[in-house]
């Protein structure tokens, strides 16, 4: 998808969640889904999955046809390099560049030497008081553990099919 139509799309389906008055909190408890994976999804940075659709459409009941359609299709993932300006989004990515050695640290001594997947993964974001009675933001990074695989010739199928054998 072109990124003018990407925008395009986006733009209609963030209206239908305005026109609606919910959030995409709101809509997650609605659909089952978690609030960041509803937001990435009217924001076409995930594929609606066929189950999912009398959901959303329940939710959200202004989405088009099109508009089901265009989320059902494979989408573009991508991002405005500009987004880190946004102070929110900078202040994410200071806190994991901050914090990124040591949970990476903490990833290997409880796992081993792998990493957290970003496919096999769930975000979401939750409000909560401090014990100050502040209010807290806590983000959930929830990956599948993946580990580095020793790179083996013999389990190499693309090098086993070279050498004559077969990957069935």
């Not at 189950?51 to 299709?73: H, N």
């Not at 769930?122 to 983000?139: A, L």
Request: net charge negative.
């Amino acid at each position: 998808m072109e990124a003018a139509k990407k925008q395009s799309v986006t733009n209609q389906l963030l209206a239908v969640k305005s026109a609606s008055g919910k959030t995409f909190s709101q809509l997650a408890a609605e659909t089952g889904l978690t609030n960041v994976y509803v937001a990435q999804l009217l924001r076409r940075q995930a594929q609606l999955k066929p189950d999912t659709v009398p959901k959303l459409k329940e939710a959200l009941p202004a989405l088009t046809d099109e508009l089901i359609g265009d989320m059902m299709s494979p989408p573009w993932r991508s991002y405005d390099p500009n987004l880190i300006q946004e102070p929110t989004i900078y202040r994410l990515n200071e806190a994991v560049m901050h914090f990124g050695e040591s949970i990476k640290e903490i990833i290997n001594e409880d796992f081993g030497d792998g990493i957290m997947s970003a496919i096999d993964f769930y975000c979401s974001v939750d409000k909560i008081k401090g014990v100050d009675g502040n209010n807290r933001v806590v983000v959930t990074l929830d990956g599948k553990y993946l580990s580095h695989s020793e790179q083996r010739t013999e389990n190499m199928v693309s090098r086993l099919n070279l050498k004559g054998g077969t990957s069935e």
